[in-house]
């Protein structure tokens, strides 16, 4: 039972270039959600999704900044024209579907995106 | 808005020690409150979870305890080992159950054999 696959664990992008991350949930989860740790802070909520569905994007810079979660397929997140704030670990999380209140949530290992 | 503090930033105990780091959150309207490990390079660990109801839990030699009207937290280990050095964060949820957690910058623990 693999747990939540992220990919590439490390990216290395040029100013003004795209970065695409993508996560798998665990076998059985239906809810994603993405977080950033920028460099000696805290991780930060970005973004919660479900299947074709943008739950909360609360946390989402507003611009340059997006994600999915396709009906088939891994949940990606899309940095457009990445700057050198933009390098940091971004951990993605997956849980079952709520039935009532919060529920646990799986992380995976983390993408770490340097940008130069 | 929900701000959650972690001291001390980082601690070096000898092994066998047992030693208790510290959280706190401004908003105690919460939903649950977790502890978990972090490796470097690797993702986040689980190790406990509190709702907002309970005041302890236990795992091995793990005990996490919340007082959520002062908004305090303690994560307790017993007898320390070089396998616990890691960094350790705390997160609490909000009391709407959302998934979107609040997390703290992180005690980062040595265990010197």
């Known amino acids: 039972n693999a747990g939540v696959m992220q990919n590439p664990r490390h990216l290395v992008r040029r100013r003004g270039q795209e970065a695409r991350l993508r996560c798998s949930p665990m076998k059985g989860h239906s809810h994603v959600y993405w977080y950033r740790q920028l460099p000696e802070e805290g991780l930060k909520f970005m973004v919660y999704l479900q299947k074709e569905n943008i739950i909360d994007e609360s946390g989402m810079p507003k611009e340059r900044f997006s994600a999915e979660f396709p009906k088939e397929g891994p949940s990606i997140l899309r940095i457009q024209q990445v700057v050198r704030g933009d390098s940091a670990a971004y951990f993605c999380a997956s849980s079952r579907q709520m039935v009532s209140g919060a529920n646990v949530l799986t992380f995976g290992a983390g993408s770490r995106l340097t940008v130069l | 808005k929900q701000e959650v503090t972690q001291i001390p930033a980082a601690l070096s105990v000898p092994e066998g020690e047992n030693l208790v780091l510290n959280c706190s959150f401004t908003d105690s309207a919460i939903y649950n409150l977790q502890w978990f490990r972090q490796d470097p390079g690797k993702g986040l660990t689980s190790l406990l979870l509190?709702?907002?109801?309970?005041r302890e839990q236990t795992s091995g030699r793990l005990n996490a305890s919340l007082d959520k009207s002062s908004g305090r937290s303690t994560l307790y280990i017993a007898a320390s080992q070089p396998g616990d050095s890691a960094t350790y964060l705390c997160?609490?949820?909000?009391?709407?159950?959302?998934?979107?957690?609040?997390f703290g910058t992180g005690t980062r623990l040595t265990v010197i054999p």
């Open positions: 997160a609490v949820s909000p009391q709407t159950g959302a998934n979107n957690l609040f």
């Open positions: 509190i709702q907002s109801s309970q």
